[in-house]
């Protein structure tokens, strides 16, 4: 049924925004039952297709890689050859855009990029994590670009690693404090407008995440020994997740 669905949307131009008739005569209309329909519905929302809005109908959604990211196979968390993978398509991707970015990046975001870096090292001095600042310093670096395909593949990825790092050996505190100073010598090449060694300040940042994929190897089974919990009376610091 969702076959028929896509087919109907395409031979019809349909774009993003648009509503798909009123169900009944949508049923009959593609000569399918009316329950049907509304599997075929069900399955081209839960990939992004579509969207429902409650008392208006079904519309053509918006293009998002949500989906793609909430319906990541487990299997591809946990295995640290594809993990290896798709980290090295990332690094090609955004080390390969770095010349371009050097030519045009505003100095309000080379400002931004470096409060950005700045915080990170604060928060992994007293040893807290910083996903939020870190997701939106690539945010930041790429968003001169003016590519919103570029934008939502760059957030894509940072959010594959960031739900994968659970399955990880965690970051300890110097190598969190390390990752930012990595952010730092990004922002510091920027500042100079060198695209050479912009470029290899990148590819270092990207080595902590491939250290710790390689550390998968050492356990047969692919797993990766849960933390330490915390006595009950203990004061939680913010997880400690990876920084990507």
Do not use: C
């Given at each position: 049924m969702a076959l028929a669905i896509k087919e109907f949307i395409e031979s019809n131009?349909?774009?993003?925004?648009?509503?798909l008739p009123a169900e009944a005569a949508f049923a009959q209309q593609l000569g399918i039952s009316r329950p049907s329909l509304r599997e075929g519905v069900k399955a081209?929302?839960?990939?992004?297709?579509?969207?429902?809005?409650?008392?208006?109908?079904?519309?053509?959604?918006?293009?998002?890689?949500?989906?793609?990211?909430?319906?990541?196979?487990?299997?591809?968390?946990?295995?640290?050859?594809?993990?290896?993978?798709?980290?090295?398509?990332?690094?090609?991707?955004?080390?390969?855009?770095?010349p371009k970015i050097v030519q045009i990046v505003p100095a309000q975001d080379i400002r931004k990029l470096r409060q950005l870096a700045s915080r990170m090292h604060e928060l992994a001095l007293k040893d807290v994590s910083f996903e939020d600042e870190d997701r939106e310093f690539h945010a930041t670096l790429f968003g001169c670009l003016n590519n919103p395909f570029l934008?939502?593949?760059?957030?894509?990825?940072?959010?594959?690693?960031?739900?994968?790092?659970?399955s990880l050996p965690r970051s300890d505190s110097s190598s969190r404090r390390q990752?930012?100073?990595?952010?730092?010598?990004?922002?510091?090449?920027?500042?100079?407008?060198?695209?050479?060694?912009?470029?290899?300040a990148h590819e270092r940042h990207f080595e902590e995440i491939h250290k710790r994929i390689m550390k998968l190897r050492n356990h047969p089974d692919g797993a990766v020994p849960s933390a330490v919990q915390l006595p009950a009376n203990r004061t939680r610091k913010r997880p400690a997740k990876a920084e990507v």
């Open positions: 131009g349909l774009k993003k925004g648009d509503a081209l929302e839960s990939v992004g297709v579509l969207e429902s809005r409650h008392g208006e109908g079904v519309f053509v959604a918006d293009f998002s890689f949500d989906p793609i990211v909430d319906n990541l196979p487990y299997s591809l968390l946990a295995d640290d050859a594809q993990l290896l993978h798709l980290l090295e398509v990332r690094t090609a991707l955004e080390v390969g855009m770095i934008n939502r593949l760059v957030d894509l990825f940072w959010q594959v690693f960031h739900r994968m790092s659970d990752t930012a100073l990595e952010h730092i010598a990004i922002v510091e090449k920027l500042e100079r407008g060198d695209a050479a060694g912009l470029q290899q």
